[in-house]
T-cell receptor, first 114, second 111 residues
Framework: DTAVSQTPKYLVTQMGNDKSIKCEQN?????MYWYKQDSKKFLKIMFS???????INETVPNRFSPKSPDKAHLNLHINSLELGDSAVYFC?????????????FGPGTRLTVT | QKEVEQNSGPLSVPEGAIASLNCTYS??????FFWYRQYSGKSPELIMF????GDKEDGRFTAQLNKASQYVSLLIRDSQPSDSATYLC???????????FGSGTKLNVKP
């Protein structure tokens, strides 16, 4: 009965590779997010989707491409991985379409690029 | 840049004491305020949210909001070693459709 799940939990890959992270929520929420947390624990939003529509697209390199096939799923594909992409990536969801409501986070995906 | 600032700590308190965590924000139009707890290696977990000026209590936790001073705090009464974690403050400014997080305050509760 996991609320927000992500796969994989760990991802170790070499520079230049392409990888994907998947996220699913079973809370019936309308809005989903991708966050990046760096080594200093700073959480920065990357993207948000509301009912499959892209709402927020921060200044993220276009090597990062989100995709939401339905409102319960939000995936993140990363092309040409770089060392600086190493971080923990969190998926989150929140109820409501206007934002400003509480978020529930997935367990995170720790990406290490070597 | 919509800033949310927290003292990085660590804040050390003895078991049973009150821990006071503070957060300031720059956008006067901010509407919603959240506190998350993050254990090392884990994901942020919602503790409390507050929308209106004043205090909001939930068990051992009290959130305090002062919009005039652009200040939100979290008090943890009867602190326990299990409260040792990093506490993240998040703010939702109006019109931006996103949350801004502080960098977190690390709390150590000593037995």
């Amino acid at each position: 009965d996991t609320a927000v799940s992500q796969t994989p939990k760990y991802l170790v890959t070499q520079m230049g590779n392409d990888k994907s992270i998947k996220c699913e929520q079973n809370l019936g929420h309308d809005t989903m997010y991708w966050y990046k947390q760096d080594s200093k624990k700073f959480l920065k939003i990357m993207f948000s989707y509301n009912n499959k529509e892209l709402i927020i697209n921060e200044t993220v390199p276009n090597r990062f491409s989100p995709k939401s096939p339905d409102k319960a799923h939000l995936n993140l594909h990363i092309n040409s991985l770089e060392l600086g992409d190493s971080a923990v990536y969190f998926c989150a969801s929140s109820p409501g379409s206007s934002g400003g409501s509480e978020q529930y986070f997935g367990p995170g995906t720790r990406l290490t690029v070597t | 840049q919509k800033e949310v600032e927290q003292n990085s700590g660590p804040l050390s308190v003895p078991e049973g004491a009150i821990a006071s965590l503070n957060c300031t924000y720059s956008d006067r139009g901010s509407q919603s305020f959240f506190w998350y707890r993050q254990y090392s290696g884990k994901s942020p977990e919602l503790i409390m949210f507050i929308y209106s000026n004043g205090d909001k209590e939930d068990g051992r936790f009290t959130a305090q909001l002062n919009k005039a001073s652009q200040y939100v705090s979290l008090l943890i009464r009867d602190s326990q070693p299990s409260d040792s974690a990093t506490y993240l403050c998040a703010v939702y400014p109006s019109g931006f459709n996103k949350f801004y997080f502080g960098s977190g305050t690390k709390l150590n509760v000593k037995p």
